[in-house]
């Protein structure tokens, strides 16, 4: 039966190294020959051979196998080999190396880390090797040295295809993450125009209705009003989110007037606030003067957790708080909205900024909501360089404090070094 061998891949680099490693073997031996051979799936081949005079045998050079030579028998054994005269071996006396004058050998088998074989390594020489214990026990360090390369050659190549697993593992990842971003992008696009039309054909019908002395359906076309800017508001909270998630939101930095600002979102805001019958008290720190942020990012998150603060207080006052500081160096702004509403327990208070969280099991049902508006702010604060915080206490009032840089990371002109 012909063993059947399987040809194991080596790199370029180790062969270098290998190289020397059989030059000091020939060269402590004093033996024209030093080998590493790797058997292949039908011959056997020099892979390494020591570059000492009258060696016979070049690398690359390849024989056939179950022609009686010396490697043959240690790879089929698996145990080393030790001829110290082939002439006077009849066992020996007509392998192929003889012709080549090499009439001694010692060889140990090399195995790879999965137990096959992949050659030997061996000395040969044209005189007699004397059997002493000492050379066997060389060339088995030798022979360990080899070994140890191999398991380092298959760890790192198990290595490299893991690392390539894992790489394209995140590329799928990324893939689908961006189908769904865009499949949401797509599906908000295709879910606004309706609404908008929906909301737009209320109005008309209102105004229609009225006109034309239809007045008691007007409190329905109010309720369809109502319902499809609620929706409106709620795909555009989640079309936020995928573009925040996808890594589409840019920080788009301008000049801008905090006072300004603050009373611009003031007015929008103040109708509402002052709805379920709150106190809007508006308070300005000293000299806030100009900033270079992301305004629109600014404004939503302002907005955000003012309407929070109307939603959840009744009869009660809501102060927004605007204040500029420097803080090691830094000039930050504080735009703060406490409320004396329904207040957030304790271990309620981290869960609000997840998406899709809400405090109470039952908001939805008392206030209506969806819990994204507080994830998406705390993230446009923390892409404007600062932060969202919450204070608060169940039944007595929250506050809700929006930290920014005066200006926003990128700054073109902030000082180098
Ligand atoms: P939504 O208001 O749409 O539910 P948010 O992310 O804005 O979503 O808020 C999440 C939850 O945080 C709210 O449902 C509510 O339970 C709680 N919350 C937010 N602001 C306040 C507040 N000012 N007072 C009490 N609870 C609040």
């Not at 058997?39 to 005079?53: H, M, Q, R, Y």
């Not at 290595?159 to 893939?175: I, K, N, P, V």
């Not at 009744?314 to 329904?342: P, Q, Y």
Request: hydrophobic share 40%; net charge negative; proline share 4%.
């Amino acid at each position: 039966m012909t063993a059947r061998y399987r040809k194991h891949e080596v790199p370029e680099e180790y062969l270098g190294k290998w190289q020397e490693t059989i030059d000091v073997l020939a060269s402590i031996f004093k033996v024209p020959a030093g080998l590493i051979m790797r058997v292949l799936p039908d011959e056997i081949e020099v892979l390494v051979s020591s570059k000492t005079d009258g060696n016979p045998y070049e690398p690359g050079e390849k024989a056939d196998l179950e022609t009686g030579l010396y490697c043959e028998t240690v790879m089929a054994t698996r145990a080393p080999l030790h001829v110290p005269d082939a002439l006077e071996d009849p066992a020996w006396k007509d392998n192929p190396d003889v012709k080549l004058e090499m009439i001694s050998y010692i060889g140990m088998p090399l195995i790879w880390p999965d137990n096959s074989v992949f050659g030997t390594v061996c000395v040969l020489d044209k005189h007699l090797l004397e059997s002493e214990q000492s050379y066997l026990q060389l060339v088995s360090q030798f022979k360990d040295i080899i070994e140890r390369d191999f398991q380092m050659l298959v760890r790192n190549s198990e290595l490299q295809t893991l690392s390539g697993e894992l790489e394209q593992a995140r590329e799928a990842a990324e893939r689908a993450n961006r189908a769904k971003s865009t499949f949401l992008a797509n599906m908000s696009h295709e879910l606004r125009t309706p609404m908008n039309a929906i909301i737009g054909y209320s109005e008309m019908l209102m105004e229609d209705a009225q006109d034309s002395g239809l007045a008691e359906v007007v409190p329905d076309l109010k309720k369809i009003n109502r319902a499809g800017t609620h929706l409106l508001s709620l795909i555009n909270d989640v079309l936020d989110l995928a573009k925040i998630e996808a890594g589409h939101v840019e920080v788009l930095a301008e000049d801008l007037d905090v006072a300004a600002l603050v009373d611009e979102v003031v007015g929008t805001m103040r109708p509402l606030v002052e709805k379920n019958a709150n106190v809007l008290e508006v308070q300005y720190g000293e000299s806030l003067g100009c900033a270079w942020q992301d305004v629109t990012k600014l404004r939503q998150a302002l907005m955000n957790v003012l309407s929070n603060a109307a939603k959840f207080t009744k009869d009660g006052v809501i102060t927004l708080r605007v204040e500029r500081e420097v803080r090691a160096g830094v000039d930050w702004l504080g735009f703060s909205v406490s409320d004396t509403g329904i207040g957030i327990s304790a271990d309620k208070q981290e869960l609000v900024f997840e998406e899709f969280s809400q405090a109470e099991d039952d908001t939805t049902r008392n206030y209506g909501g969806t819990g994204l508006g507080l994830p998406i702010s705390r993230r446009f604060c923390q892409m404007l360089g600062g932060d969202l915080l919450l204070k608060s206490r169940l039944g007595e009032g929250s506050t809700f404090t929006i930290e920014v840089p005066a200006r926003a990371p990128g700054d073109p002109e902030a000082d180098e070094g």
